[in-house]
């Protein structure tokens, strides 16, 4: 009987702690978002950069990167497609979880003042600058039978590939590797529910600027998206820049855009502890 009221205590304990949460989830006004960032990108201040490097069409790329630290991921020479994964770096574990950033945020939208979110609650990265506003959190990114279909007769890397050797050059596995965030890829879900490209947006020369919440392992991939319309499997280099951040103010805005971001940053600092 004893065991049964704990349990029963703890059940209850826990519907409140849910139901509080909700009600201020409900009470929170979310502050508006802003338009995208300017083009061109302000310049990084040469002495806060850390690493600069250059992702040629096809090709991939790793690195880790400190909490308090950002990623410009840059289009330099024309369309690209840059999909990301991403791992605690002291627990690889946790990763990136963009169907959670998607549920958690209540949108697919992914633009400055976001937060990309783990599968713990936590948040990995805020977008602090971004020029497009359009990014893929859903559908993912190439694999050797999507671009056999698409690049009949053409030479091609994809994706899935690239990601598998990221995966294993960090000591990891393919089920390491979790659902990717693909930049720079206006896509969109039809009333049907099939995802289509807007051609109506361009996705040239653009940028975005990704804080480190958490230290991370972090992978690239510069191919095409599956839905890009080019029939022509010619990808262009990409640029990331690893610099020191400047510390976030009391109101920065991806911290308090809206309460699930405010929760997840909670999360954070209850690991940090």
């Known amino acids: 009987m004893t065991h049964i009221a704990a349990s029963t205590a703890e059940l209850a304990a826990r519907r409140a702690h849910y139901e509080d949460h909700q009600r201020k989830g409900l009470e929170f006004a979310p502050k508006a978002f802003p338009p995208a960032s300017a083009l061109p990108a302000e310049a990084i201040d040469p002495d806060s950069i850390i690493h600069r490097e250059i992702i040629p069409g096809g090709w991939y790329w790793s690195t880790k990167v400190l909490r308090g630290e950002a990623l410009r991921v840059e289009q330099g020479e024309g369309n690209s497609s840059v999909a990301i994964v991403a791992w605690n770096a002291n627990d690889t574990t946790e990763r990136i979880n963009l169907v959670d950033t998607a549920k958690v945020q209540w949108s697919t939208i992914l633009s400055k003042g ?3 979110f783990s599968d713990m609650g936590r948040v990995m990265f805020s977008l602090i600058e971004d020029s497009l506003g359009a990014h893929d959190c859903l559908m993912g990114g190439s694999t050797a039978a999507s671009n056999a279909a698409k690049y009949p007769n053409q030479k091609t ?8 050797l990221v995966a294993g050059k ?3 596995e393919r089920r390491d590797i ?3 965030l693909t930049l720079f890829s206006p896509t969109s879900l039809s009333e049907a529910g099939d995802f289509q490209w807007r051609t109506n947006l361009s996705n040239s020369a653009h940028y975005c600027d990704l804080r480190a919440e958490m230290d991370m392992f972090v992978g690239f991939s510069n191919c ?3 839905l890009d319309p080019d029939p022509i499997y010619a990808p262009t280099p990409v640029t990331i820049t690893r610099f020191c951040a400047s510390a976030p103010k009391a109101d920065d805005l991806a911290h308090t855009a809206t309460a699930e971001a ?3 940053f909670q999360n954070n600092a209850l690991k940090l502890k």
Do not use: C, E, F
């Not at 890397?157 to 598998?164: A, C, E, G, K, S």
């Open 114 to 116: 976001r937060v990309i």
């Open 157 to 164: 890397r994809n994706t899935r590939d690239n990601l598998v």
């Open 262 to 264: 405010v929760r997840g």
């Open 178 to 180: 979790s659902a990717v």
């Open 170 to 172: 960090l000591g990891l």
């Open 224 to 226: 095409p998206h599956p």
